[in-house]
T-cell receptor, first 117, second 112 residues
Framework: GAVVSQHPSWVICKSGTSVKIECRSL??????MFWYRQFPKQSLMLMAT?????????EQGVEKDKFLINHASLTLSTLTVTSAHPEDSSFYIC?????????????FGPGTRLTVL | GNSVTQMEGPVTLSEEAFLTINCTYT??????LFWYVQYPGEGLQLLLK?????DKGSNKGFEATYRKETTSFHLEKGSVQVSDSAVYFC???????????FGQGTRLTINP
């Protein structure tokens, strides 16, 4: 099957610092990846669509300068939370679609829990 | 805009009980509908899906039927097991973009 990994699985940082989260498709290539945010006991909210070789597409209300997305290769997308604050503490999840050979499905990473002190 | 509304949890059942988790949606077009499951400590996994009206998705004993007339996609299982304990998310996507809109999730606990 298709596997998506995320690193780190959890991170604690001080307010004002930046944190980078990696999302990798391990056994397939992904020209597109999606970044979601999940608050405790709440649903996943799509933050942005990461596009390989071009700029990310952000959902309404998501600050581009706050959440920097880079999709430098067909297997890696990164989300950098810049100048993190306690309200950025959340669970961040990425996904990547697999298409072709009769498949059209998204595969999710295990998530990264960010705690900003 | 598109939205998904799920039955609020948490839901607690005994093993072998019948399960229904309600899901209704609002969409401008003809979305594909999904149920995802999140086991403790793991990422979301696709449980089942339906891409057009009257389609029935099924997997691992779970079923859901795409009902356009009631804009619903309720999840059912005839006899739950302890291993079914997880959080279940109903979701939709529209068009080819594959962006998913999720419901709020329902935490299911099955007691032996």
């Amino acid at each position: 099957g298709a596997v998506v990994s995320q690193h780190p699985s959890w991170v604690i940082c001080k307010s004002g610092t930046s944190v980078k989260i990696e999302c990798r498709s391990l056994d397939f290539q992904a020209t597109t990846m999606f970044w979601y945010r999940q608050f405790p006991k709440q649903s996943l909210m799509l933050m942005a669509t990461s596009n390989e070789g071009s700029k990310a597409t952000y959902e309404q209300g998501v600050e581009k300068d706050k959440f920097l997305i880079n999709h430098a290769s067909l297997t890696l997308s990164t989300l950098t939370v810049t100048s993190a604050h306690p309200e950025d503490s959340s669970f961040y999840i990425c996904s990547a679609p697999v298409r072709g050979s009769g498949r059209n499905e998204q595969f999710f990473g295990p998530g990264t829990r960010l705690t900003v002190l | 805009g598109n939205s998904v509304t799920q039955m609020e949890g948490p839901v607690t059942l005994s093993e072998e009980a019948f399960l229904t988790i309600n899901c209704t949606y609002t969409a401008t077009g003809y979305p594909s509908l999904f149920w995802y499951v999140q086991y403790p400590g793991e990422g979301l996994q696709l449980l089942l899906k339906a891409t057009k009206a009257d389609d029935k998705g099924s997997n691992k004993g779970f079923e859901a039927t795409y009902r356009k007339e009631t804009t619903s996609f309720h999840l059912e299982k005839g006899s739950v097991q302890v291993s079914d304990s997880a959080v279940y998310f109903c979701a939709l996507s529209e068009g080819g973009a594959q962006k998913l809109v999720f419901g709020q999730g329902t935490r299911l606990t099955i007691n032996p």
